[in-house]
Protein backbone atom coordinates (compact mmCIF):
# COMPACT_ATOMS: atom_id res chain seq x y z
CA UNK A 1 0.00 0.00 0.00
CA UNK A 2 1.85 3.31 -0.69
CA UNK A 3 1.76 5.99 1.82
CA UNK A 4 -2.08 7.61 2.85
CA UNK A 5 -0.43 11.08 4.52
CA UNK A 6 -1.13 12.33 0.49
CA UNK A 7 -3.50 11.95 -2.13
CA UNK A 8 -3.16 10.51 -6.08
CA UNK A 9 -4.74 11.56 -9.07
CA UNK A 10 -5.67 9.30 -12.02
CA UNK A 11 -3.21 10.33 -14.16
CA UNK A 12 -0.69 9.30 -11.59
CA UNK A 13 0.26 12.96 -9.72
CA UNK A 14 0.58 12.54 -6.03
CA UNK A 15 -0.22 15.60 -3.84
CA UNK A 16 1.25 15.76 -0.42
CA UNK A 17 0.19 19.09 1.60
CA UNK A 18 1.97 20.26 4.47
CA UNK A 19 1.37 24.31 5.90
CA UNK A 20 -0.82 25.10 2.26
CA UNK A 21 1.80 24.12 0.19
CA UNK A 22 1.48 20.89 -2.27
CA UNK A 23 4.48 19.11 -3.31
CA UNK A 24 3.55 17.42 -6.67
CA UNK A 25 5.00 14.12 -7.64
CA UNK A 26 4.63 11.30 -9.80
CA UNK A 27 3.81 8.23 -8.80
CA UNK A 28 6.41 4.64 -8.63
CA UNK A 29 3.39 2.93 -10.80
CA UNK A 30 4.15 5.68 -13.20
CA UNK A 31 8.32 5.47 -13.21
CA UNK A 32 7.40 1.97 -13.90
CA UNK A 33 5.75 2.44 -16.70
CA UNK A 34 7.16 5.30 -18.37
CA UNK A 35 10.94 3.82 -17.49
CA UNK A 36 13.98 4.92 -19.32
CA UNK A 37 13.18 8.57 -18.53
CA UNK A 38 15.69 11.20 -20.88
CA UNK A 39 13.48 14.92 -19.85
CA UNK A 40 11.72 16.25 -17.44
CA UNK A 41 9.67 20.20 -18.04
CA UNK A 42 8.69 22.07 -15.63
CA UNK A 43 7.10 25.39 -14.71
CA UNK A 44 9.13 28.63 -13.81
CA UNK A 45 8.83 29.21 -10.10
CA UNK A 46 6.42 32.23 -9.44
CA UNK A 47 4.17 30.90 -12.15
CA UNK A 48 0.09 29.93 -11.63
CA UNK A 49 -0.65 26.18 -11.84
CA UNK A 50 -4.11 24.99 -12.33
CA UNK A 51 -5.89 21.71 -11.09
CA UNK A 52 -6.16 19.10 -14.01
CA UNK A 53 -4.29 21.39 -16.59
CA UNK A 54 -1.32 20.38 -17.76
CA UNK A 55 1.66 21.92 -15.99
CA UNK A 56 5.01 20.02 -17.49
CA UNK A 57 5.83 16.92 -19.96
CA UNK A 58 8.17 14.41 -18.95
CA UNK A 59 9.87 12.17 -21.93
CA UNK A 60 11.05 8.70 -21.78
CA UNK A 61 13.02 6.88 -24.72
CA UNK A 62 9.43 5.65 -25.95
CA UNK A 63 7.08 8.86 -25.34
CA UNK A 64 6.34 12.26 -23.97
CA UNK A 65 3.59 12.62 -21.10
CA UNK A 66 2.06 15.38 -19.87
CA UNK A 67 2.41 15.94 -16.16
CA UNK A 68 -1.19 17.47 -14.43
CA UNK A 69 -1.77 19.54 -11.91
CA UNK A 70 -3.19 18.36 -8.47
CA UNK A 71 -4.32 21.79 -7.57
CA UNK A 72 -4.34 25.24 -8.41
CA UNK A 73 -1.69 27.66 -6.84
CA UNK A 74 1.55 29.48 -7.08
CA UNK A 75 5.15 27.56 -7.84
CA UNK A 76 7.24 28.30 -5.14
CA UNK A 77 9.45 25.46 -5.74
CA UNK A 78 10.65 23.16 -8.11
CA UNK A 79 13.44 20.45 -7.98
CA UNK A 80 15.85 21.20 -10.28
CA UNK A 81 18.38 18.43 -9.28
CA UNK A 82 15.77 16.16 -10.66
CA UNK A 83 15.52 18.06 -13.85
CA UNK A 84 19.17 17.87 -14.08
CA UNK A 85 19.26 13.92 -13.51
CA UNK A 86 16.06 13.15 -14.23
CA UNK A 87 17.64 9.61 -15.17
CA UNK A 88 17.89 9.06 -11.45
CA UNK A 89 14.02 9.29 -11.05
CA UNK A 90 13.07 5.41 -9.92
CA UNK A 91 10.40 3.50 -8.13
CA UNK A 92 12.38 3.93 -4.94
CA UNK A 93 12.59 7.79 -4.80
CA UNK A 94 9.60 8.34 -6.74
CA UNK A 95 7.06 9.33 -3.92
CA UNK A 96 10.38 11.22 -1.87
CA UNK A 97 13.22 12.69 -3.00
CA UNK A 98 11.96 12.62 -6.80
CA UNK A 99 9.04 15.00 -6.10
CA UNK A 100 8.88 17.70 -8.95
CA UNK A 101 7.09 20.92 -7.86
CA UNK A 102 6.05 22.81 -4.53
CA UNK A 103 2.67 25.03 -5.19
CA UNK A 104 1.62 27.22 -2.69
CA UNK A 105 -2.25 26.22 -3.66
CA UNK A 106 -5.55 28.12 -3.36
CA UNK A 107 -8.05 24.78 -4.65
CA UNK A 108 -7.17 21.02 -4.93
CA UNK A 109 -8.82 19.00 -7.54
CA UNK A 110 -11.51 17.37 -7.05
CA UNK A 111 -10.67 14.10 -8.54
CA UNK A 112 -8.04 13.56 -5.65
CA UNK A 113 -7.89 9.99 -4.25
CA UNK A 114 -6.68 8.57 -1.35
CA UNK A 115 -3.98 5.50 -1.85
CA UNK A 116 -6.73 2.50 -1.38
CA UNK A 117 -9.05 4.56 -4.04
CA UNK A 118 -5.98 5.03 -6.45
CA UNK A 119 -4.74 1.25 -5.70
CA UNK A 120 -8.23 0.32 -7.03
CA UNK A 121 -7.50 2.03 -10.07
CA UNK A 122 -4.00 0.71 -10.40
CA UNK A 123 -5.73 -2.64 -10.51
CA UNK A 124 -8.35 -1.87 -13.26
CA UNK A 125 -5.33 -0.32 -15.26
CA UNK A 126 -3.19 -3.99 -15.04
CA UNK A 127 -4.20 -5.64 -17.79
CA UNK B 1 -3.75 -10.96 -31.85
CA UNK B 2 -1.38 -13.98 -33.10
CA UNK B 3 0.78 -15.19 -30.72
CA UNK B 4 4.74 -16.85 -31.33
CA UNK B 5 5.77 -19.97 -29.82
CA UNK B 6 8.12 -17.93 -27.08
CA UNK B 7 4.92 -16.28 -26.00
CA UNK B 8 4.76 -17.78 -22.59
CA UNK B 9 9.15 -17.52 -22.29
CA UNK B 10 8.45 -13.90 -22.61
CA UNK B 11 5.76 -13.76 -19.55
CA UNK B 12 8.43 -16.00 -17.77
CA UNK B 13 10.78 -13.39 -18.27
CA UNK B 14 8.65 -10.92 -17.41
CA UNK B 15 8.84 -9.01 -20.51
CA UNK B 16 6.22 -6.49 -21.43
CA UNK B 17 3.78 -7.70 -24.05
CA UNK B 18 2.86 -5.52 -27.02
CA UNK B 19 0.68 -5.25 -30.11
CA UNK B 20 3.14 -5.55 -33.21
CA UNK B 21 1.82 -5.81 -36.54
CA UNK B 22 -1.13 -8.05 -35.11
CA UNK B 23 1.40 -10.05 -33.08
CA UNK B 24 1.91 -9.91 -29.51
CA UNK B 25 5.48 -9.83 -28.78
CA UNK B 26 8.12 -8.38 -26.10
CA UNK B 27 8.52 -4.99 -26.31
CA UNK B 28 11.26 -4.70 -23.35
CA UNK B 29 12.32 -6.91 -20.68
CA UNK B 30 14.40 -4.53 -18.08
CA UNK B 31 14.91 -1.30 -19.77
CA UNK B 32 15.47 -0.17 -23.72
CA UNK B 33 18.67 1.54 -23.65
CA UNK B 34 20.12 -0.87 -21.53
CA UNK B 35 19.19 -3.94 -23.40
CA UNK B 36 20.40 -2.57 -26.69
CA UNK B 37 23.83 -1.53 -24.83
CA UNK B 38 23.99 -5.24 -23.66
CA UNK B 39 24.00 -6.28 -27.11
CA UNK B 40 26.49 -4.20 -28.64
CA UNK B 41 28.44 -5.69 -25.20
CA UNK B 42 27.87 -9.45 -24.83
CA UNK B 43 24.91 -10.94 -26.63
CA UNK B 44 20.97 -10.96 -26.90
CA UNK B 45 18.21 -13.21 -28.26
CA UNK B 46 15.12 -11.58 -30.26
CA UNK B 47 11.62 -13.64 -30.76
CA UNK B 48 11.25 -12.79 -34.57
CA UNK B 49 8.43 -15.34 -34.73
CA UNK B 50 6.23 -12.63 -36.34
CA UNK B 51 8.14 -12.35 -39.31
CA UNK B 52 7.12 -13.83 -42.92
CA UNK B 53 8.90 -16.48 -43.95
CA UNK B 54 8.20 -18.04 -47.87
CA UNK B 55 9.67 -21.12 -49.36
CA UNK B 56 9.97 -20.33 -53.52
CA UNK B 57 10.66 -24.04 -55.23
CA UNK B 58 10.50 -25.61 -58.29
CA UNK B 59 11.81 -25.15 -61.74
CA UNK B 60 11.34 -22.01 -62.56
CA UNK B 61 11.85 -20.17 -58.29
CA UNK B 62 14.89 -18.01 -60.22
CA UNK B 63 12.87 -16.43 -63.09
CA UNK B 64 9.95 -15.79 -60.61
CA UNK B 65 12.37 -13.55 -58.21
CA UNK B 66 13.93 -11.69 -60.86
CA UNK B 67 10.35 -10.15 -61.76
CA UNK B 68 9.11 -10.04 -58.09
CA UNK B 69 12.71 -8.02 -56.49
CA UNK B 70 14.78 -5.99 -57.21
CA UNK B 71 18.06 -7.90 -56.59
CA UNK B 72 19.91 -10.28 -59.38
CA UNK B 73 18.88 -13.65 -57.69
CA UNK B 74 20.64 -15.21 -61.13
CA UNK B 75 24.10 -13.50 -59.03
CA UNK B 76 23.45 -14.82 -55.78
CA UNK B 77 25.24 -17.99 -55.07
CA UNK B 78 23.72 -21.02 -53.14
CA UNK B 79 23.79 -20.61 -49.69
CA UNK B 80 24.31 -17.23 -50.18
CA UNK B 81 21.95 -14.14 -49.10
CA UNK B 82 21.02 -10.71 -50.59
CA UNK B 83 19.00 -8.09 -49.32
CA UNK B 84 15.97 -6.78 -52.02
CA UNK B 85 13.19 -4.53 -52.40
CA UNK B 86 9.67 -5.98 -53.66
CA UNK B 87 8.46 -2.44 -55.70
CA UNK B 88 5.33 -1.46 -57.53
CA UNK B 89 4.81 -0.61 -61.39
CA UNK B 90 6.17 2.75 -60.20
CA UNK B 91 9.14 2.09 -57.92
CA UNK B 92 7.55 2.71 -55.21
CA UNK B 93 8.46 -0.04 -51.95
CA UNK B 94 5.83 -2.06 -50.93
CA UNK B 95 8.27 -4.51 -48.67
CA UNK B 96 12.01 -4.95 -48.24
CA UNK B 97 13.11 -8.63 -47.89
CA UNK B 98 16.13 -10.77 -47.63
CA UNK B 99 16.38 -13.81 -50.50
CA UNK B 100 17.94 -17.16 -49.29
CA UNK B 101 19.69 -19.41 -51.97
CA UNK B 102 19.40 -22.57 -50.70
CA UNK B 103 22.21 -24.92 -51.13
CA UNK B 104 20.80 -27.26 -53.82
CA UNK B 105 21.01 -23.77 -56.08
CA UNK B 106 17.48 -24.26 -57.57
CA UNK B 107 15.28 -23.54 -54.14
CA UNK B 108 14.75 -20.14 -52.16
CA UNK B 109 13.63 -18.45 -49.15
CA UNK B 110 12.01 -15.30 -48.57
CA UNK B 111 12.23 -13.57 -44.85
CA UNK B 112 9.51 -10.66 -45.01
CA UNK B 113 7.97 -8.36 -42.88
CA UNK B 114 5.29 -8.96 -40.72
CA UNK B 115 3.14 -6.10 -40.94
CA UNK B 116 3.42 -6.73 -45.02
CA UNK B 117 3.27 -10.14 -45.50
CA UNK B 118 -0.35 -10.64 -46.75
CA UNK B 119 0.27 -7.91 -49.24
CA UNK B 120 3.97 -9.48 -50.25
CA UNK B 121 1.79 -12.71 -50.76
CA UNK B 122 -0.81 -11.42 -52.74
CA UNK B 123 1.80 -10.03 -55.36
CA UNK B 124 3.63 -13.08 -54.84
CA UNK B 125 0.67 -15.05 -55.78
CA UNK B 126 0.01 -12.38 -58.72
CA UNK B 127 3.47 -12.71 -59.79
CA UNK B 128 3.86 -16.36 -60.30
CA UNK B 129 1.45 -17.18 -62.53
CA UNK B 130 2.97 -18.06 -65.49
CA UNK B 131 6.31 -19.26 -64.02
CA UNK B 132 6.65 -23.11 -62.69
CA UNK B 133 7.02 -22.53 -59.00
CA UNK B 134 5.63 -22.85 -56.07
CA UNK B 135 5.69 -20.24 -52.79
CA UNK B 136 4.33 -21.38 -49.98
CA UNK B 137 4.05 -19.48 -46.73
CA UNK B 138 5.88 -21.57 -44.22
CA UNK B 139 5.24 -18.29 -41.42
CA UNK B 140 3.17 -20.44 -39.17
CA UNK B 141 4.96 -24.07 -39.43
CA UNK B 142 8.65 -22.52 -39.00
CA UNK B 143 9.83 -20.69 -36.31
CA UNK B 144 12.66 -17.94 -36.14
CA UNK B 145 14.47 -16.13 -33.74
CA UNK B 146 18.24 -14.25 -33.77
CA UNK B 147 21.18 -14.53 -31.64
CA UNK B 148 22.78 -10.79 -32.17
CA UNK B 149 25.84 -9.61 -29.88
CA UNK B 150 29.81 -10.44 -30.27
CA UNK B 151 29.60 -13.15 -28.39
CA UNK B 152 27.11 -15.02 -30.48
CA UNK B 153 29.48 -17.50 -31.99
CA UNK B 154 30.97 -18.85 -29.07
CA UNK B 155 27.86 -19.44 -27.73
CA UNK B 156 26.15 -21.28 -30.29
CA UNK B 157 29.23 -23.01 -31.28
CA UNK B 158 28.83 -24.94 -28.14
CA UNK B 159 25.82 -26.55 -28.68
CA UNK B 160 25.94 -27.29 -32.70
CA UNK B 161 28.55 -29.14 -34.58
CA UNK B 162 28.30 -27.03 -37.87
CA UNK B 163 31.44 -25.17 -37.66
CA UNK B 164 30.08 -21.88 -37.69
CA UNK B 165 33.18 -19.58 -38.45
CA UNK B 166 32.75 -21.24 -41.95
CA UNK B 167 29.02 -19.26 -42.39
CA UNK B 168 30.03 -15.80 -44.12
CA UNK B 169 28.33 -12.85 -43.53
CA UNK B 170 25.21 -13.33 -45.11
CA UNK B 171 25.48 -16.86 -46.01
CA UNK B 172 23.37 -19.77 -44.22
CA UNK B 173 23.40 -23.34 -43.91
CA UNK B 174 21.27 -26.85 -42.01
CA UNK B 175 22.44 -28.48 -39.09
CA UNK B 176 21.48 -29.44 -35.90
CA UNK B 177 21.74 -27.54 -32.94
CA UNK B 178 20.59 -28.58 -29.19
CA UNK B 179 19.90 -32.03 -30.92
CA UNK B 180 17.19 -29.85 -33.50
CA UNK B 181 17.40 -29.60 -36.90
CA UNK B 182 17.67 -25.86 -38.27
CA UNK B 183 18.40 -23.78 -40.98
CA UNK B 184 20.94 -21.19 -39.57
CA UNK B 185 22.11 -17.62 -41.47
CA UNK B 186 24.72 -15.23 -40.03
CA UNK B 187 22.63 -12.35 -40.58
CA UNK B 188 20.95 -10.06 -38.43
CA UNK B 189 18.97 -6.51 -37.76
CA UNK B 190 21.44 -5.00 -35.08
CA UNK B 191 25.13 -3.99 -36.32
CA UNK B 192 26.46 -6.76 -34.73
CA UNK B 193 27.45 -10.38 -35.58
CA UNK B 194 24.65 -12.63 -34.95
CA UNK B 195 22.72 -15.51 -36.48
CA UNK B 196 19.22 -15.87 -37.53
CA UNK B 197 17.78 -19.19 -37.00
CA UNK B 198 14.94 -21.31 -38.79
CA UNK B 199 13.21 -24.43 -37.28
CA UNK B 200 9.71 -26.48 -36.61
CA UNK B 201 7.54 -24.44 -34.38
CA UNK B 202 7.56 -27.61 -32.48
CA UNK B 203 11.30 -27.28 -31.62
CA UNK B 204 11.50 -23.11 -31.21
CA UNK B 205 10.59 -23.00 -26.96
CA UNK B 206 13.18 -25.64 -26.30
CA UNK B 207 15.58 -24.08 -28.68
CA UNK B 208 15.27 -20.69 -27.31
CA UNK B 209 15.66 -22.19 -24.36
CA UNK B 210 18.90 -24.16 -25.65
CA UNK B 211 19.99 -21.30 -26.14
CA UNK B 212 19.94 -19.20 -23.12
CA UNK B 213 21.89 -21.85 -21.42
CA UNK B 214 24.55 -22.28 -23.83
CA UNK B 215 25.01 -18.14 -23.21
CA UNK B 216 24.60 -18.10 -19.32
CA UNK B 217 28.35 -17.55 -19.16
CA UNK B 218 28.46 -15.00 -21.57
CA UNK B 219 25.51 -12.78 -20.32
CA UNK B 220 23.23 -13.95 -22.86
CA UNK B 221 19.80 -12.63 -22.55
CA UNK B 222 16.68 -12.33 -24.47
CA UNK B 223 15.84 -8.59 -25.61
CA UNK B 224 12.70 -6.48 -27.02
CA UNK B 225 12.01 -5.06 -29.91
CA UNK B 226 12.09 -1.57 -28.59
CA UNK B 227 16.38 -2.34 -28.35
CA UNK B 228 16.32 -3.92 -31.71
CA UNK B 229 14.98 -0.87 -33.47
CA UNK B 230 17.21 1.05 -31.44
CA UNK B 231 19.80 -1.00 -32.49
CA UNK B 232 18.96 -1.28 -36.18
CA UNK B 233 18.62 2.47 -36.41
CA UNK B 234 22.00 3.00 -34.57
CA UNK B 235 23.35 0.54 -37.61
CA UNK B 236 21.55 2.40 -40.21
CA UNK B 237 19.17 -0.02 -41.12
CA UNK B 238 15.58 1.17 -42.87
CA UNK B 239 12.46 -0.14 -41.15
CA UNK B 240 9.51 -0.64 -43.52
CA UNK B 241 6.97 1.85 -42.16
CA UNK B 242 9.51 4.54 -41.08
CA UNK B 243 12.69 5.14 -43.66
CA UNK B 244 10.88 3.14 -46.56
CA UNK B 245 6.92 2.82 -47.47
CA UNK B 246 4.57 2.91 -50.03
CA UNK B 247 5.83 6.81 -50.88
CA UNK B 248 9.65 6.13 -51.48
CA UNK B 249 11.70 4.26 -54.05
CA UNK B 250 14.87 2.65 -53.14
CA UNK B 251 16.69 5.50 -54.57
CA UNK B 252 15.44 7.90 -52.60
CA UNK B 253 16.32 5.54 -49.28
CA UNK B 254 19.90 5.08 -50.60
CA UNK B 255 19.46 1.29 -50.81
CA UNK B 256 20.30 1.16 -54.61
CA UNK B 257 22.84 -1.87 -52.82
CA UNK B 258 20.02 -3.22 -53.50
CA UNK B 259 18.50 -2.66 -56.42
CA UNK B 260 20.43 -4.87 -59.78
CA UNK B 261 18.84 -3.02 -63.00
CA UNK B 262 20.13 -6.33 -64.93
CA UNK B 263 16.99 -8.21 -65.15
CA UNK B 264 13.11 -7.03 -65.53
CA UNK B 265 11.80 -6.54 -62.18
CA UNK B 266 8.76 -5.13 -61.29
CA UNK B 267 9.29 -1.06 -61.13
CA UNK B 268 12.27 -1.21 -62.79
CA UNK B 269 10.74 1.32 -65.69
CA UNK B 270 10.07 3.86 -63.10
CA UNK B 271 13.13 3.71 -61.22
CA UNK B 272 15.37 4.16 -64.99
CA UNK B 273 12.85 7.30 -65.62
CA UNK B 274 13.82 8.85 -62.00
CA UNK B 275 17.51 8.52 -62.62
CA UNK B 276 17.10 9.74 -66.31
CA UNK B 277 15.62 12.89 -64.72
CA UNK B 278 18.54 13.42 -62.63
CA UNK B 279 17.55 11.06 -59.46
CA UNK B 280 15.79 11.95 -56.41
CA UNK B 281 15.37 15.48 -55.34
CA UNK B 282 15.84 14.35 -51.62
CA UNK B 283 18.44 11.85 -49.65
CA UNK B 284 18.05 9.70 -46.32
CA UNK B 285 20.52 11.35 -43.80
CA UNK B 286 21.01 11.09 -40.10
CA UNK B 287 20.50 13.47 -37.23
CA UNK B 288 21.75 14.03 -34.07
CA UNK B 289 20.74 16.36 -31.43
CA UNK B 290 21.97 18.33 -28.87
CA UNK B 291 19.53 18.74 -26.61
CA UNK B 292 17.62 15.60 -24.72
CA UNK B 293 14.75 16.23 -26.47
CA UNK B 294 13.73 12.87 -28.62
CA UNK B 295 12.83 13.46 -32.27
CA UNK B 296 10.37 10.77 -33.22
CA UNK B 297 8.46 9.47 -36.14
CA UNK B 298 6.08 12.41 -37.70
CA UNK B 299 7.66 15.32 -35.93
CA UNK B 300 8.34 18.26 -38.45
CA UNK B 301 11.61 18.93 -39.49
CA UNK B 302 11.87 22.68 -40.48
CA UNK B 303 15.08 24.74 -41.61
CA UNK B 304 13.92 28.50 -40.67
CA UNK B 305 10.34 28.94 -41.20
CA UNK B 306 10.24 26.12 -43.59
CA UNK B 307 8.55 22.60 -43.21
CA UNK B 308 11.47 20.29 -45.00
CA UNK B 309 10.90 16.90 -44.17
CA UNK B 310 9.41 15.23 -41.18
CA UNK B 311 11.22 12.84 -38.37
CA UNK B 312 10.96 8.80 -39.48
CA UNK B 313 12.90 7.10 -36.64
CA UNK B 314 14.56 8.60 -33.51
CA UNK B 315 15.77 6.87 -30.66
CA UNK B 316 18.18 7.42 -27.57
CA UNK B 317 21.24 5.51 -28.19
CA UNK B 318 23.30 4.32 -25.48
CA UNK B 319 26.24 3.39 -28.06
CA UNK B 320 26.55 6.99 -29.00
CA UNK B 321 25.53 8.87 -26.04
CA UNK B 322 23.02 11.51 -27.90
CA UNK B 323 19.90 11.28 -29.84
CA UNK B 324 20.24 9.78 -33.56
CA UNK B 325 16.88 9.91 -36.14
CA UNK B 326 16.46 9.78 -39.78
CA UNK B 327 14.67 12.14 -42.18
CA UNK B 328 14.88 13.18 -46.20
CA UNK B 329 15.95 16.35 -47.05
CA UNK B 330 16.42 18.28 -50.33
CA UNK B 331 19.95 17.67 -51.27
CA UNK B 332 21.19 21.54 -50.20
CA UNK B 333 20.08 20.48 -46.92
CA UNK B 334 21.35 17.05 -46.59
CA UNK B 335 25.22 18.11 -46.83
CA UNK B 336 27.04 16.63 -43.44
CA UNK B 337 26.97 19.07 -40.36
CA UNK B 338 24.26 21.16 -41.54
CA UNK B 339 21.94 22.19 -39.10
CA UNK B 340 18.32 21.59 -39.25
CA UNK B 341 15.55 22.25 -36.35
CA UNK B 342 12.55 19.00 -35.03
CA UNK B 343 9.33 20.64 -33.91
CA UNK B 344 8.21 18.76 -30.85
CA UNK B 345 5.00 20.30 -30.25
CA UNK B 346 5.23 23.97 -29.23
CA UNK B 347 8.83 23.77 -29.30
CA UNK B 348 11.89 23.67 -31.61
CA UNK B 349 14.87 21.79 -30.97
CA UNK B 350 18.12 21.77 -33.34
CA UNK B 351 19.81 18.86 -35.21
CA UNK B 352 22.54 18.58 -37.17
CA UNK B 353 23.28 16.24 -40.22
CA UNK B 354 25.35 13.86 -40.04
CA UNK B 355 26.41 10.48 -41.94
CA UNK B 356 24.69 6.91 -42.06
CA UNK B 357 25.02 5.06 -40.27
CA UNK B 358 25.46 5.87 -37.03
CA UNK B 359 27.46 3.12 -35.89
CA UNK B 360 29.70 0.61 -37.74
CA UNK B 361 31.04 -2.33 -35.62
CA UNK B 362 34.88 -2.61 -35.58
CA UNK B 363 35.94 -5.95 -37.39
Known sequence: MRPNDRKYLKSHEWCLVEDGVATIGISDYAVSHLSDLVFLDLPEVGSQVSAGANFGEIESVKAVSDLYSPVSGEVVETNEALVDDIESLNIDNALDTGWMLKVKFTEESADLMDAAAYEECLKNEAD | ?363
Open chain 2, 1 to 363: MKETALKSTHVHHRARMVDFAGWEMPVQYTGIREEAAHVRKHAGLFDLGHMGRVRVKGAQAEDFLQKLQTNDAAKIPAGAIRYAMILDENGLTQDDILVYRHQNSVDFFLVINAGNSERDLGIMRDTASGFDVSVVDQTEELGMFAIQGPASQDIVQKITDIDLSAIGYYRWTEGDVAGHHVEISRTGYTGEDGFEVYAEQAKIVELFDAFLNAGKDHELRPIGLAARDTLRLEAGMPLYGHEIDETTTPLDAGLDFGVKFTHDFTGRAALEKIQAAGGPKRRLVGLTTESRRVPRQGYPVMSGDNEVGCILSGAVSPTLDTNIATTYLPHDLAEVGTTVEFAIRDKRESATVVHLPFYKRQR
